[in-house]
Nanobody
Framework: QVQLVESGGGLVQAGGSLRLSCAASSGSIFLTNNMGWYRQASGKQRELVAR???????NYADSVKGRFTISRDNAKNTVYLQMNSLKPEDTAVYYC??????????????WGQGTQVTVSS
């Protein structure tokens, strides 16, 4: 089972940027899995933010299109989420996710520990 370790969360002002990182413990599993990011705001359901397939195709939630970019560095077994033009509504705990598929949510096999992103106004 792959383990995912997240970093990069924090407090940022609206309009600012953060980059989240998710490092996988297993390169072999990393290369055979889709990767992505979910987020869960207080009182809300966990929602998919971005996904990158093993082939490199990307998908984004409508709410973050044009602002967030997901990428993958296979040499480092790491997936990133570059978040620009952050809004207060982006405030949530962000979770890295891995699986043969990561949508729907019950297809996720491994979760990162979560990292808090707080955007102030």
């Amino acid at each position: 089972q792959v383990q995912l370790v997240e970093s990069g969360g924090g407090l940022v002002q609206a309009g600012g940027s953060l980059r989240l990182s998710c490092a996988a413990s297993s390169g072999s599993i990393f290369l055979t899995n889709n990767m992505g990011w979910y987020r869960q705001a207080s009182g809300k359901q966990r929602e998919l933010v971005a996904r990158i397939t093993r082939g490199g195709s990307t998908n984004y939630a409508d709410s973050v299109k044009g602002r967030f970019t997901i990428s993958r560095d296979n040499a480092k077994n790491t997936v990133y989420l570059q978040m620009n033009s952050l809004k207060p509504e982006d405030t949530a705990v962000y979770y890295c996710a891995s699986g043969i598929a990561i949508t729907p949510i019950d297809r996720v096999r491994t979760w990162g520990q979560g990292t808090q992103v707080t955007v102030s106004s």
